[in-house]
């Protein structure tokens, strides 16, 4: 075991337990703080913790993987999706959830359509895409463990886990913000120094590029993969950033909807500026030290190995720990909260007190979080594509009813159900029965939601006139 390092990391688990207990005064009988922290998260706080939620264990191991095996230009086009869509959500849909107070989509949706089969399809779907997203997440803490700490990777996963279980199950939304903002603030640092390394290693960025390229000619062309699996990985995360829960549930936290903007605005800023300098210097450096590396998940954690002196090493397991965990956590929440919130509340104890909730909450973030231990046990490769996959599904069946039940009056209830069906079916279906190139699912699925969504709407009586008259008014400042 590396004494160092594992010093370092426990340190920085024991502080991130501490916060959670510091939270929890916040929130003993409060679903208000617990779920949203009072709605008084500032910019600057939201910021960070926005971009901390966004760049998850993927954006640390999984994006410098992908770039490795697929090419820089394939990672920039998936990350380039999330660059124009949290521009996209702060259009279309920050100011009009923010004016609504609710806690999930599934409130949003529940308000505007109305439908019994709703409220229980979504929070189904929210459930299993982001468990899917929290696996491979916790595959990213049990790999870095095992290179950089020397811990054997199951006794990582569970460790890993029963610290961010922790502290979001005592101290919810105030939890995960507060913890996310040093979660952020660690990570974008420590990609940052590393890539100042190799890039002052290798003689600079157009020397490193360089010699990169004379070791793997396609490192930087559009090759390998169809023009449709470009296209479908933007798509992916150009309209994550308006549905995907545990992001727009960062919406709701914001102090005013100004705010909520510019969290947005700024975050995506911030996660701009790390995946560049950190795909480019990493990805690069990889194929000129290690030409034949089978795990590419774990090029980042070797590089640290090999560049970083000891000490900093350890900043840095504690950089991919936070990573892992500034998204899993918030995914946990999101993932407990339709359990409780858009199941337990709605159809089990419509009577429960906050109090109630709180501790019902509690008990579902545990089994939540173990349950994505079991899995996580036997995890996916690739960790970019597997997540990036789950959140295609989620797009493909919440974009349509979400986008067009705020801009769209006709927007009809049935319109609403047979969009999320045939865009989640059909998503589904062409991920498991055909071959199409990875990623390109959603090039159909998507627009089969929407023209779904339209052409019973319009075939449909619309909703309640006084719910639309509630929507006008949200788009109001």
Known sequence: MKTIEFTLTLLYLVACIGIGFWANKKVKSSTEDYWVAGRNIGTFANSWAMMAALASGGSVLGVMGLAYSRGIPYTFSMYAGAAAGFPLAAVLVAKQLRNLGIYTITDFLRFRYKNKAIEILVPVIIILAMGAYIVAQMKAAGVTAVYLLGIPYNYAIVVTAIVFILYVSIGGMWAITLTDIVQGILMVGMVLILSAVLFGNFGGITPLLSQAIEAKPDLGAVVGLSTASYVGAFLVWFVAACITPHLIMRVFTSRTVRSAKYSLNYSIVIYAFMIVFGVIAISSAGHIVLPDLQDPDTLFLKLIEMYLPRVIGGFAVAAVMAAVMSTTDALLLAVSSAVVNDIYCKFINKEA????????????????????????????????????????????????????????????????????????????????FTKMPALTHILVSLPLAFVVHIAVSLATQPVDQAVLSRVAELHIE
């Open 353 to 432: 007190s906050e109090r109630q909730v709180v501790k019902v909450s509690l008990i579902a973030t545990w089994v939540v979080g173990i349950l994505a231990v079991f899995f996580a046990l036997n995890p996916p490769k690739l960790l970019t594509m597997f997540y990036t996959a789950a959140v295609g599904w989620l797009g493909s069946a919440l974009f349509a009813p979400v986008i067009l039940g705020i801009w769209w009056k006709k927007a009809t209830t049935k319109g609403a159900l047979w969009s999320i069906i045939i865009g989640s079916a059909s998503y589904l279906y062409l991920l498991w």
